[in-house]
């Protein structure tokens, strides 16, 4: 299968089992999202393959919570496509910008970040567990 094989949509209700399964926040929080339309699935031969889960920084900035994709649909386009569909609904709402993180202490998602046309744009000591920090990162969406 390729990427083009890959739907991406926004979480309805029935998908609310399935995306509380990646998360670590209660499942009535994921159901406000799916309700606020913050959280998007993708989807290859009508299975679900992807998760992303969108807040928003003060209110206003939009940021990547967390992005997740099934092992076995890695470096398929899965990430990609998720992305993709989120950019555009962000442009069309009118923002300018795209914030996202990764642990300190994960080299592959860092790199799918720059891969993907973030750049880095600032850093938090010791806000995980074990004392690890984050990498942020910076899209320009427009």
């Known amino acids: 299968m390729t990427a083009a ?17 990646f998360e670590h926040v209660p499942p009535v929080v994921i159901a406000r999202k799916i309700g606020l339309g913050d959280i998007l699935v ?17 209110s206003l900035v939009p940021y990547i919570a967390l992005i997740w994709v099934l092992p076995d649909s890695r470096r ?6 998720l992305l993709a569909f ?10 300018a910008v795209l914030m996202s993180s990764s642990q300190a202490d994960e080299p ?12 880095e744009c600032g850093f938090l000591a010791g806000i995980n567990d074990g004392g690890v920090g984050e990498v942020f990162f910076r899209k320009a969406l427009r």
Do not use: K, N
């Not at 398929?76 to 496509?81: F, K, L, N």
């Not at 989120?86 to 923002?95: D, I, V, Y």
């Not at 592959?108 to 750049?119: C, D, K, L, S, V």
């Open 5 to 21: 094989d890959i739907m991406v949509r926004f979480a309805i209700p029935d998908d609310l089992a399935w995306c509380a399964g």
């Open 42 to 58: 993708a989807e290859r031969a009508g299975q679900r393959v992807g998760y992303l889960r969108l807040e928003y920084l003060w």
């Open 76 to 81: 398929q386009g899965v990430g990609g496509a």
């Open 86 to 95: 989120l950019e555009s609904t962000l442009r069309a709402h009118g923002h």
């Open 108 to 119: 592959p998602p860092q790199a799918w970040h720059r891969h993907m046309g973030f750049e």
